[in-house]
């Protein structure tokens, strides 16, 4: 039986890469479609009610880098039903937690055909920019308020988050939770979207000279639940923590904006041009939101390692690329990952560090989509 969870795992990667299209036009990346797992809840608890003390950190830092994590054994079926399941927190304090099974479906049925799973270093002060500082702060509403830069939001934690659905925010899980407990303010959890203040309290008209505001300001919408996964708080940012990073949060009211969809995070050898993309609330930059782009040096199946230039307070922006939707015959970007931090890694006996995004995979994907939607049918396509 010591070789069942390896096989499980080989036919899940099988049944996923096989659909991908066998080809593409070398000038239009193009995104690949997946047959996708199922991740369904099996049962819920209810927990206490948390301790909410926890100082809220903005970034998170780990020894384990690419060779590390190539290296670790995958996990079985039950220890990926554990990572999987996950804590619902909700506005009034109450917390659940709600376990869940992983199955593969064949030509849209219901029937289960395999199991499977995903498959101490230095901290610097002043980290995360590499050589010269690459980041575009974005100004004027002109594109404050346009998509794509509109996606991103501001935590009152202090991190960033991504629109990804009509009342939903995807964000890093080390913002409301530190693997222990849930970090102060989290039961009163704010979403703030930049907005124009105009001069005298106006609303401008269509004139040049009083379309433009003073200054952005942010509009604060409470959180109704979060979600974060046990793999997170299990793990608590060591080897296995990191890879699952990430929280989504539902808002108690629609934002009434273009949101960013989700999708399965390609192979960065697929990326276009091999790079990634993300905008966030650099803490160095206040009220400003920061662009930046850079390529993706390494990766494992869970995580994506880059040094595109960021600071605490970017943690939780949602990593994008742009390729063709073949389906539609469009161009399209999509959240493949989501900025967790920083580490310190050892090449070849020589320390480099790199900024790390969490990758949705599979599984990965079909839990946050499950999550959004609520009925796995609609989470066949990432």
Request: proline fraction near 6%; hydrophobic fraction near 30%; glycine fraction near 10%.
């Amino acid at each position: 039986m010591a070789g069942v969870p390896g096989l499980f795992i080989l036919l899940l990667l099988l049944c996923v890469f096989r659909e991908v299209s066998p080809y593409s036009s070398p000038w239009k990346p193009t995104w690949p479609a997946y047959r996708l797992p199922v991740v369904l809840p099996q049962s819920t608890l209810n927990l206490a009610k948390p301790d909410f003390n926890a100082k809220a950190k903005l970034e998170v830092s780990s020894s384990c880098g690419p060779q590390c994590h190539k290296g670790a054994p995958l996990p079985t079926y039950e220890e990926a039903k554990q990572y999987l399941s996950y804590e619902t927190l909700y506005a009034n304090g109450s917390r659940t937690e709600t376990r869940v099974g992983i199955y593969i479906l064949s030509n849209g049925e219901g029937r289960a055909q395999g199991r499977d799973s995903e498959a101490a270093g230095k901290s610097r002060r002043k980290r995360q920019i590499y050589g010269y500082d690459g980041r575009f702060s974005i100004f004027g509403k002109d594109f404050l308020l346009n998509y794509p830069f509109s996606t991103s939001v501001k935590l009152s934690t202090g991190c960033t988050g991504t629109l990804v659905a009509e009342k939903h925010v995807l964000t890093a899980a080390h913002c409301i939770h530190d693997g222990k407990t849930y970090v102060k303010g989290t039961q009163k959890l704010r979403v703030g979207f930049l907005k124009p203040k105009y001069k005298d309290g106006g609303r401008g008209d269509n004139s040049s000279s009083s379309a433009v505001p003073d200054k952005m300001k942010f509009q604060w919408i409470r959180v109704k639940r979060t979600h974060v996964p046990k793999g997170w708080i299990k793990g608590n940012a060591n080897d296995i923590g990191m890879d699952y990073d990430y929280a989504l949060l539902e808002l108690k009211k629609p934002h009434k904006r273009k949101f960013m969809k989700i999708g399965v995070s390609p192979p960065a050898k697929q990326l276009p041009g091999g790079r990634i993309h993300f905008s966030g609330y650099d803490n160095d930059r206040p009220g400003n939101l920061v662009y930046r782009f850079c390529d993706v040096k390494d990766e494992t199946y869970d995580l994506l390692y880059q040094q595109c230039d960021a600071q605490p307070g970017a943690s939780g922006s949602g990593v994008y690329v742009r390729m063709w939707k073949r389906p539609q015959q469009k161009w399209e970007r999509k959240i493949i990952g989501i900025f967790s931090g920083h580490q310190w890694v050892d090449m070849n006996g020589s320390p480099q560090d790199f900024n790390v995004a969490v990758r949705i995979t599979p599984l990965k994907y079909a839990q946050i989509c499950y999550w959004i939607k609520g009925n796995y049918l609609d989470c066949r396509e990432g």
